[in-house]
């Protein structure tokens, strides 16, 4: 089954942008899934935050839409996430996912996630 | 924006025993696109759920989802050590297109 690790920087500054990649295990990047990312505070519940489809089409949060970028870079096997102008209400777990496949929409394979603090 | 709202906040029972988690939505939402998630402490997000009543590959058959409408729920049949985590319920739809509830702590008595 497929394996997503993400990476980046565990420390940002305020005001500062966050920068993420998920490696995947197989060629599944290439192929009719949607990925995601989904992010969860400390202590706190899941927060969906974009995703993105194979063919490139993106939908975003709209709460975060404004300062999110998702991509996905098929030669390289991974999937990416820049969230600009952060905060300390954008320290968090973050993680990527890969969908489930067909009609249904969630999250069948997820990373093991990274965290992230936002702080001076 | 939908809303979705786990009950109880934390459950406490016994190996053995049979839990029900609810999940209620603040409108009618499609079957097709309603998740339930387990999630043990220090791990990720596993699904167990999809469409309502589908259970994921590898999933045990003590776990069961029901529902439609407003009101879905999750069924763990007879319960196993592993079996205690935070359980979040997820749909599809409306914005912000994927809502998860707050989740339900399932906690050893």
């Known amino acids: 089954q497929v394996q997503l690790q993400e990476s980046g920087p565990g420390l940002v500054e305020p005001s500062g942008t966050l920068s993420l990649t998920c490696a995947v295990s197989?060629?599944?990047?290439?192929?009719?899934?949607?990925w995601s990312w989904v992010r969860q505070p400390p202590g706190k519940g899941l927060e969906w935050i974009a995703e993105?489809?194979?063919?490139?089409?993106?939908n975003y949060n709209p709460s975060l839409k404004s300062r999110v970028t998702i991509a996905l870079d098929k030669s390289k096997k991974h999937l990416s996430l820049e969230l600009h102008s952060v905060t300390a209400a954008d320290t968090a777990l973050y993680y990527c996912?890969?969908?489930?496949?067909?009609?249904?929409?969630?999250?069948?394979?997820w990373g093991q996630g990274t965290l992230v603090t936002v702080s001076s | 924006d939908i809303v979705l709202t786990q009950s109880p906040g934390t459950l406490s029972l016994s190996p053995g025993e049979r839990a029900t988690l609810s999940c209620r939505a603040s409108q009618s939402v499609s079957n097709n696109y309603f998740a339930w998630y387990q999630q043990r402490p220090g791990q990720a997000p596993r699904l167990l759920i999809y469409?309502?009543?589908n259970r994921a590959t590898g999933i045990p058959d003590r776990f069961s989802g029901s529902g439609s409408g407003t009101d879905f729920t999750l069924t763990i049949s007879r319960l196993e050590p592993e079996d205690f985590a935070v359980y979040h319920c997820?749909?599809?739809?409306?914005?912000?297109?994927?809502?998860f509830g707050q989740g339900t702590k399932l906690e050893i008595k």
């Open positions: 993105i489809y194979q063919s490139g089409t993106t």
């Open positions: 996912a890969r969908h489930i496949p067909g009609a249904y929409r969630g999250f069948a394979y």
């Open positions: 197989d060629d599944s990047i290439s192929s009719n899934y949607w």
């Open positions: 469409g309502a009543s």
């Open positions: 997820q749909h599809y739809g409306s914005p912000p297109l994927y809502t």
